[in-house]
C-alpha cells in the first residue's frame, strides 16, 4: 500500500465525519460562499516568474518543515514577495494542516488561493468555496475519469479554477478534459520519493496548449525553473523551499528578484 492509498483510505472516513457534523447547506451559507474568486490560472499565464508559493507544516516524505509560523505572516510575506499564488495544505494528519490555515490565508491576503488537498468527494469541493479557496487540486492517481469530470465540473460551476496533477503519461491521458485550467506534472515519484526534473520534461509534449503547464516538487533553484520554462511551463508550485527557512516572504521574494533579474 503506497502512502496514497494510506491517505486516501483516512480520508474517506475523515470526510464521512466531516458530512455528518456540517451539512451541504451550511457550507453554501458562509460569507465566503458568495466571493468573487481570483483566478490563478490568468496569473501564471500574465506572469514571468510563475510562483506557487506553498504552506507546508510537515510531509510524509519530509517529517518537520517548519511547525513555527503562523499563516497570516507566510500569506503576506508570499503576497509582498509577489507570487503568483498561495498553496494551502488542509490536510491534517498528514501534512499538519487544516481548513482553518485556509480561513486565515483568505484574510490575510489579496492571492489567489490553492486548497491543496486529497480531494475524493463533491463535499470537499463545496467546503473549499465556502473556506475562501479559489483553486481546486484534483490528483489523478487517486481519481478515474468519471471522478475527474464530476468534480472539475462542480468546482467551475463554483467558479473555481482547477489544478489536475498527474505523475504520468497514463494518468494526463485519462485526465486532459475542458473542464480543467491548469495540468500539473508532479516530479516526486510515489513509490521511491525520488525527485527527477525529466518527468516535467518528458511529459510537456503531451500537454495541450489550453491548458497552464505546472512543475511541482523538487523545485528548489532558479536553475531548475529556467530549465523548464522552455519546454512551456509557466506555474512551479514551491513548498519545502521556502517554508523549511525563518521567513518563507522574504526567501520567496529573494528567489524572485533571481529569477527575474
Keep these: 500500500m503506497n502512502i496514497l492509498d494510506k491517505i486516501v483510505k483516512d480520508k474517506r472516513k475523515e470526510v464521512d465525519l466531516r458530512k455528518s457534523l456540517i451539512p451541504i447547506r451550511q457550507l453554501e451559507q458562509s460569507v465566503l460562499f458568495e466571493r468573487d474568486t481570483y483566478s490563478m490560472a490568468q496569473n501564471l499565464r500574465a506572469s514571468t516568474s510563475g510562483i506557487i508559493a506553498e504552506h507546508k507544516r510537515r510531509s510524509p516524505s519530509k517529517s518537520v518543515i517548519n511547525q513555527s509560523l503562523n499563516v497570516q505572516d507566510v500569506a503576506r510575506g508570499y503576497e509582498n514577495a509577489g507570487v503568483c499564488g498561495m498553496s494551502v495544505l488542509t490536510d491534517g494528519k498528514y501534512f499538519g494542516g487544516s481548513l482553518d490555515d485556509l480561513l ?89 520519493f525520488e525527485v527527477s526534473l525529466e518527468t516535467s520534461k518528458l511529459l510537456s509534449e503531451q500537454i495541450p496548449n489550453d491548458f497552464v503547464k505546472v512543475s511541482e516538487s523538487g523545485i528548489s533553484s532558479v536553475e531548475a525553473i529556467k530549465e523548464l520554462q522552455p519546454y512551456g511551463y509557466k506555474g512551479f508550485l514551491i513548498g519545502e523551499n521556502f517554508m523549511k527557512t525563518d521567513n518563507p516572504g522574504e526567501s520567496a521574494k529573494t528567489f524572485i528578484n533571481k529569477l527575474n533579474k
Design 104 to 192: 486565515v490565508a483568505r484574510a490575510s491576503c489579496n492571492l489567489p488561493l490553492l486548497r491543496k488537498e486529497f480531494i475524493i468527494d463533491d463535499y470537499q469541493v463545496l467546503e473549499a468555496k465556502s473556506y475562501g479557496a479559489d483553486v481546486i487540486l484534483l490528483i489523478a492517481a487517486i481519481l478515474t475519469r468519471k471522478e475527474i469530470i464530476q468534480f472539475s465540473k462542480l468546482a467551475k460551476s463554483l467558479d473555481l479554477d482547477v489544478l489536475l496533477e498527474v505523475h504520468n503519461e497514463e494518468e494526463l491521458q485519462k485526465s486532459i478534459m475542458p473542464s480543467l485550467d491548469m495540468l500539473g506534472v508532479n516530479n516526486r515519484n510515489l513509490k521511491t
